[in-house]
């Protein structure tokens, strides 16, 4: 298994990118500014963005993994590579997500707690409404853990 940045050519991993955020606009807002990781394992099984903004907070703007290699530690291995690469660069990683039952304890389990709600992110950014799990996504949870 090997993480990679992607510098150049970031939408050639669109098929991913969208699997974590179904509306390429959306991406578009953070994509050429964030920098970008790729993991590999006999080819790209997973997909990560990262984001300054500011105040020591670092973003996990995007994380994805492949369907079919969900759940054997491709996700959580991205998020220990960008907790090592950034520790003593920032002092918080911070990401925004749906209240949803399959994102929510993933994030937990990688030692972020609830830290804030947007209300009505998801019924306000997007042209269509985003289910996950069969919930209609409506507020961002943000959530957060010290670097």
């Given amino acids: ?17 969208l699997l974590a955020d179904e509306q390429e606009d959306m991406i578009d807002r953070y994509l050429e500014r964030g920098t ?17 903004e500011g105040g020591g907070i670092l973003e996990l703007k995007s ?7 969900q759940g054997k530690g491709y996700g959580k291995a991205l998020v220990d590579y960008i907790i090592q690469t950034y520790i003593g660069q920032y002092t918080v990683l911070q990401v925004g997500t749906g209240d949803s039952p399959s994102t929510i304890p993933f994030y937990e389990s990688c030692g972020f707690r609830r830290h ?32």
Avoid at 1 to 17: G, H, N, P, S
Avoid at 36 to 52: F, I, Q, R, S
Avoid at 140 to 145: A, D, G, I, K, S
């Fill in 36 to 52: 970008m990781y790729v993991l590999e394992d006999n080819g790209v099984k997973a997909e990560c963005v990262v984001t300054d």
């Fill in 116 to 147: 804030h709600l947007v209300k009505n992110f998801f019924t306000d950014h997007y042209d269509h409404p985003i289910y996950e799990c069969g919930v209609q996504l409506v507020d961002m949870v943000y959530l957060q853990r010290e670097l």
């Fill in 1 to 17: 298994m090997e993480i990679k940045e992607v510098k150049t050519d970031k939408k050639q991993y669109l098929d991913l990118l």
């Fill in 63 to 69: 994380i994805a993994v492949k369907p079919g290699f």
